[in-house]
């Protein structure tokens, strides 16, 4: 008996021992990661969508079914928006694939595509680069983290609720060139509109979830089905269309039949790098200085791109605002229309502008047919001019005032840009244009 457990305690150790020395390569290969970040938009104050959240929803299940570690968010706000892409950039630097998606409200303007959070309040074109959230930061984290394959899928194309403010604004998402290893997915063609949709989910995320289910189907064939039939259902009123540098293969779903096991792992909170809590602090504010030093410290950051763009909209509205800039000479032509049994006239003269406070002067203050104005320009252009002379020619004058007496008025004048234009407010209606 005593043998035969030394023998068996040996074979033991010989076994383990050969099973330790079994090379790493041939033991099961660890799974690629899959890592999803999926956002929904539909509580606008101004422009509420049905679709969005049901949408987001629906994808984030049918991407944990494929594999994927899933960040979920629902109605997020700017801020919740880029720190969460940030943090999807940093997750892919570890390799593997990435997929976003984007449902709700986005717009281009002047060839740039935005995502609208649920905060935003659009009132004009600059604004937009503001307080919107720009493709462009999505599209360098995903460069940056230099991982094998990226889908960015836009179900973003809805009529833009804020159009009619914003002159740039176009129809639609612009089309983009996906960075290499990069597919980016509309809903519909660039320049084009999509309907938010009468059912539960929109119609091209409902095509997109039948397609995900299908197993075997390259990346590409999966997007190309749902364009067929998105085309189809909608008699070609809408036409998904994709832009693609893909350079590997990508069978989104492996499974022969039935279910990948799900990573359902909720969405961490949000890193706080150095750079990141310091674009955070300047991000949102209208001081060019801000935008100045984080481009001073990270030239080449995550945000440069939209440091940049922000640090010029932030200057062109400073220098707009400038209490300066309608400073300089001003030609000055009073007109005023015969009225009340007075003969019409017309006066020319110059301004000066120095620190936003207007003078002019026509003829010599205190004597007949002279004419003082002076008043301060407010930095958005409006102004409230003083208007204090003598009378000339009786004839000029409403109720025939005898020479030489002194009269008064206020104009309302708005300068924009080299030009002001104003009334006067009272008696006699005259208008004063103002150039520069």
């Given amino acids: 008996m005593g ?4 023998w068996w305690q040996g074979a033991m150790t010989i076994a383990a021992c050969l099973l330790a020395a079994v090379p790493a390569a041939a033991q099961a290969p660890r799974p690629e990661q899959r890592v999803a970040l999926l956002i929904g938009n539909s509580a606008y104050p101004e422009a509420p969508l049905r679709n969005p959240v049901n949408d987001v929803r629906a994808m984030a299940q049918a991407l944990r079914d494929l594999g994927f570690t899933v960040m979920l968010y629902e109605n997020a706000t700017k801020r919740t928006m880029e720190t969460a892409i940030v943090e999807f950039g940093q997750r892919l630097a570890d390799g593997g694939v990435g ?3 984007y449902a709700g409200h986005g717009l281009q303007v002047r060839g740039h595509n935005y995502l609208v959070p649920v905060d935003a309040q659009i009132e004009s074109e600059a604004q937009t680069r503001i307080v919107t959230v720009d493709v462009e930061l999505l599209l360098e984290q995903m460069a940056e983290a230099k991982n094998r394959v990226n889908m960015v899928i836009l179900d973003a194309c809805r009529n833009n609720p ?3 403010r914003m002159r740039g604004a176009s129809r639609g998402l612009a089309a983009v060139d996906a960075a290499r290893g990069t597919l980016v997915a509309y809903a ?3 320049g084009s509109v999509a309907a938010d949709g009468n059912g539960k989910n929109g119609l091209y995320t409902e095509e997109l979830l039948q397609a995900l289910r299908v197993p075997g189907l390259k990346v590409e064939e999966v997007f190309k089905r749902v364009r067929v039939n998105v085309t189809r259902r909608s008699n070609g009123a ?3 269309w994709e832009s693609s540098s893909l350079t590997g293969d990508l069978v989104v779903n492996e499974q022969a039949g039935g279910k990948a096991p799900p990573a359902a792992v909720a969405a961490p909170p949000a890193a706080t790098d150095r750079e990141a809590l310091f674009w955070s602090s300047v991000k949102d504010g209208s001081d060019p200085a801000g935008f100045e030093a984080y481009l001073k410290q990270y030239p080449d950051g995550t945000f440069a791109s939209l440091a940049r763009q922000r640090l010029a909209s932030a200057s062109q509205q400073t220098r707009a605002l400038s209490p300066t800039r309608f400073d ?3 030609n000055v032509t009073v007109q005023c229309p015969a009225h009340e049994g007075a003969s019409g006239y017309t006066l020319r003269f110059p301004a000066q502008v120095k620190d936003a406070v207007l003078a002019g002067q026509f003829g010599t203050p205190g004597q007949p047919s002279s004419l003082t104005l002076s008043g301060k320009i407010e930095p958005d252009g409006n102004a409230s001019i003083d208007a204090r002379g003598m009378s000339g020619d009786p004839r000029y004058t409403s109720n025939q005032m005898n020479k030489g007496s002194a ?4 104009a309302d004048v708005r300068f924009d840009g080299s030009r002001g234009t104003g009334t006067r407010t009272e008696t006699r209606p005259c208008t004063l244009t103002f150039v520069k």
Wanted: no cysteine; charged share 20%.
């Fill in 238 to 240: 809408q036409t998904p």
């Fill in 328 to 330: 300089g000479v001003w």
């Fill in 188 to 190: 519909t063609a660039p």
């Fill in 407 to 410: 009269y008064a008025y206020r």
């Fill in 99 to 101: 997929a976003f998606y």
């Fill in 162 to 164: 804020f159009e009619r």
């Fill in 3 to 6: 043998k035969l457990r030394m």
